[in-house]
């Protein structure tokens, strides 16, 4: 079975406003991380917070991570018409070589 | 420059019929990878490469098969086509396969099987 779960599955809302994303996994992890997906595009890696960390910023994006809970979140403060994409967290396992099981994904839309 | 690239971005075919898609990543990372993201856009390993060694390979039916030449290339080889293969299946890569090193991904090859 997946690894990761994102809720909410799809999120809209209108420029200016912050976008939060959660993430829920199953089993111990090295590190999380998060990537964006644009229509018809690759991933890009946007953050990795290790399993010692409990929270990390970048830019406009905060990802806080809760390893009892077995759980991340993704924040986009501000948000723009640009940010409208795909949004997946990524588990790292221990001892998989790289591995990375990814979560369904939260697909936002930014109204401008 | 395109980072990791993937030939060819589209790929419409029969059933029945076999197809290659190729990677090449110009970044000198020691790691490849090849993903198949589904119509729900769920995002499933198949297979990685380091320095061109297999080091993990997912339950893949075995129409599936992986080659890497160097390890600035890994190309994917699909056999007797099934409808299920539809799909887009991206090429990634990162500086080795040790924990705290993020992905690059290729843009996908979208695969549609008639």
């Known amino acids: 079975s997946q690894q990761g779960e994102e809720d909410p599955q799809a999120l809209s809302i209108q420029e200016g406003e912050n976008a939060t994303m959660n993430c829920s996994y199953k089993t111990s992890i090295n590190n999380l991380q998060w990537y964006r997906q644009n229509s018809g595009r690759g991933l890009v890696h946007l953050i990795l917070?290790?399993?010692?960390?409990r929270e990390k910023h970048s830019g406009r994006l905060r990802v806080t991570l809760d390893t009892s809970k077995k759980s991340s979140s993704l924040l986009i403060t501000a948000s723009r018409a640009a940010d409208t994409a795909s949004y997946f967290c990524a588990t790292d396992l221990y001892n998989q070589g790289g591995k990375l099981i990814f979560g369904q994904g939260t697909e936002l839309s930014v109204k401008p | 420059d395109t980072a990791v690239s993937q030939t060819p971005k589209y790929l419409v075919t029969q059933m029945g019929n076999d197809k290659s898609i190729k990677c090449e990543q110009n970044l000198g990372h020691d790691t490849m990878y090849w993903y198949k993201q589904d119509s729900k856009k769920f995002l499933k390993i198949m297979f990685s490469?380091?320095?061109?060694?297999?080091?993990i390979n997912e339950t893949v039916p075995n129409r599936f098969s992986p080659k890497s030449p160097d390890k600035a290339h890994l190309n994917l080889h699909i056999n007797s086509l099934e409808l299920g293969d539809s799909a887009v299946y991206f090429c990634?890569?990162?500086?080795?396969?040790?924990?705290?090193?993020?992905?690059?991904f290729g843009d996908g090859t979208r695969l549609s099987i008639l």
């Open positions: 490469y380091n320095n061109k060694e297999l080091i």
């Open positions: 917070i290790r399993s010692n960390e």
């Open positions: 990634a890569s990162s500086q080795d396969s040790r924990v705290f090193t993020p992905q690059h």
